[in-house]
């Protein structure tokens, strides 16, 4: 089936740099969009960033545009999200999910996510 | 940018109908997507293009959408559904994804 796992999160403190990434597994992989969206603690969702299929369009959203880089690497079944100046308010769990289906925009399923906590 | 209202809570008794709403601009001329987020768990995917449902979602989830407002309706509300629930959808003016900021369910 389906399997998303995030990993890389940890305490950071504000200023500095941290790079996630999401192993995917039982779909193909280079055939899907792939999206980060993340979870302040006790808020709602907030979308992240989107990178292509096939790695030549990626969009992000205006909080995180020039900080945050999406890539992708589909020979290693990857996607990754390079996160610089980092602030106190991008604490968050972080999920990764992929689209529903080629082309569309629905997110189905997601990973667990893993946690960034930007504190000094 | 577009911006999606939803109400923050709603509360629902068992056996009756939960109506959630999630309003935006001519919402209608676009596909809403909605989730649920159950404590501690990741979301999952409960309706798409308004009103498909994924396999496994029980048939008591539904979805409509129109004018100003998309709704996502779950009848015969059970105490497993009491949940966050998002709606979502994409902003092709603005190259991206946006979310409601959820509906918490209460079930009575």
């Known amino acids: 089936q389906v399997q998303l796992v995030e990993s890389g999160g940890g305490v950071v403190q504000p200023g500095r740099s941290l790079r996630l990434s999401c192993a995917a597994s039982?779909?193909?992989?280079?055939?899907?969009?792939m999206h980060w969206v993340r979870q302040a603690p006790g808020k709602g969702l907030e979308w992240v960033a989107v990178i292509s299929y096939d790695g030549s369009n990626k969009h992000y959203a205006d909080s995180v545009k020039g900080r945050f880089t999406i890539s992708r690497d589909n020979s290693k079944n990857s996607v990754y999200l390079q996160m610089n100046s980092l602030r106190s308010e991008d604490t968050a769990l972080y999920y990764c999910s992929k689209v529903g289906q080629f082309g569309e925009n629905w997110l189905d399923p997601w990973g667990q996510g893993t946690l960034v906590t930007v504190s000094s | 940018s577009f911006v999606l209202t939803q109400p923050p809570s709603v509360s629902v008794a068992p056996g009756k109908t939960a109506r959630i709403t999630c309003g935006g601009d001519n919402i209608g001329t676009k596909s809403v997507h909605w989730y649920q987020q159950k404590p501690g768990q990741a979301p999952v995917l409960v309706t798409y293009y308004d009103s498909a449902r994924p396999s496994g979602i029980p048939e008591r989830f539904s979805g409509s959408n129109s004018g100003n407002t998309a709704t996502l309706t779950i009848s015969r509300v059970e105490a497993g559904d009491e949940a966050d629930y998002y709606c979502?959808?994409?902003?092709?003016?603005?190259?991206?994804?946006?979310f409601g900021g959820g509906t918490k369910l209460t079930v009575l």
């Open positions: 039982g779909f193909t992989f280079s055939s899907y969009d």
């Open positions: 979502q959808l994409w902003d092709g003016s603005g190259d991206r994804v946006v």
